[in-house]
């Protein structure tokens, strides 16, 4: 004990503490390059991101009063009403509860329709391959076009209406547009979990299939007790990312149903137009963005695990 006291001593008196300047200049040193070059997407994600984010969280523990009685302006009021109405009042109870009920079967749909195209990907080379690929990210990339052609062919004079008559199979166009359920059937195809899931039945070794067949099983018992095990991690990122997608839902409501529709973005732009209540419109925006950030996590710590 006297010994290792002694050396902690002798190590203090030849090894003397650096002042602030000097290890901001080691720092520097050792740093310096690759502060500078993620300085632009620092500054880029905290005026785009971070202060938009603080700035609304802030507004959600607002309240609001009438200026001169025509303008409701928001107050600076530490108050929890906004959170309170929001998981009391029937209207915004009823609309975060659609918009999850819808996020989460349609991306149970999804990952189901998806799992056996992903697998024939995967396993065979087919003519067109690239292409078919493609096709899954046209939805997302050129999400504006493919609504409103798919709301044009949902009319009632559309070409679905006008080949389903043609058939026989109807005597009067369907109401498909203005319609709920046009939104959870577009939801509900599989666009960017075909890859995600691809990606991952890809990375499973052809042997441990032949392995399981080997010892008497068939394709679909090999696929539901080998494959999909295996590719857990990349079916489970691609439900939690159809969920946190189809949670934030906004665009694809508001062409196939309307400006009125039930879903909780929708909600959110109409608390600030028309009825201007910023502070209601920030809480519901701060629970929607929880919601998102939350399944976000769960994404992340499915592909770390």
Do not use: C
């Amino acid at each position: 004990m006297k010994l290792d006291s002694l050396t902690a001593e002798a190590g203090e008196q030849t090894l003397p503490r650096l002042d602030w300047r000097t290890r901001w200049r080691r720092w520097w040193r050792a740093h310096g390059a690759t502060a500078l070059l993620i300085s632009p997407l620092l500054i880029y994600m905290l005026l785009v991101f971070a202060v938009p984010v603080i700035y609304q969280l802030a507004f959600a523990f607002y309240s609001r009063q009438l200026y001169r009685g025509v303008l409701w302006l928001p107050v600076p009021d530490f108050t929890l009403t906004n959170f309170v109405r929001a998981f009391t009042e029937s209207e915004y109870v009823d609309s975060l509860a659609w918009t999850l009920g819808v996020a989460l079967f349609t991306s149970a749909v999804s990952i189901a329709l998806a799992l056996p195209i992903a697998y024939f990907l995967a396993r065979y080379k087919a003519f067109g391959k690239p292409f078919i690929e493609l096709s899954f990210l046209l939805p997302i990339f050129g999400e504006i076009f493919t609504l409103y052609a798919l709301a044009y062919a949902l009319t009632p004079s559309g070409p679905l209406n006008w080949l389903l008559m043609s058939l026989g199979v109807i005597r009067e166009p369907l109401q498909l547009i203005r319609n709920p359920a046009s939104v959870i059937i577009w939801m509900s195809i599989p666009t960017l979990s075909v890859l995600l899931i691809r990606g991952a039945i890809a990375g499973v070794d052809v042997m441990y299939e032949e392995a399981a067949q080997t010892m008497g099983a068939n394709s679909l018992q090999t696929f539901w007790h080998v494959t999909v095990p295996l590719a857990k991690k990349g079916i489970m990122g691609a439900l939690l990312l159809s969920v946190s997608g189809g949670v934030g839902a906004y665009t694809l409501p508001l062409v196939l149903v309307g400006p009125n529709n039930i879903w909780l973005a929708t909600r959110i732009q109409r608390e600030v137009n028309p009825f201007y209540n910023y502070p209601m419109a920030s809480a519901l925006g701060v629970i929607l963005t929880a919601i998102s950030a939350a399944l976000m996590y769960l994404y992340l710590r499915t592909q770390e695990a």
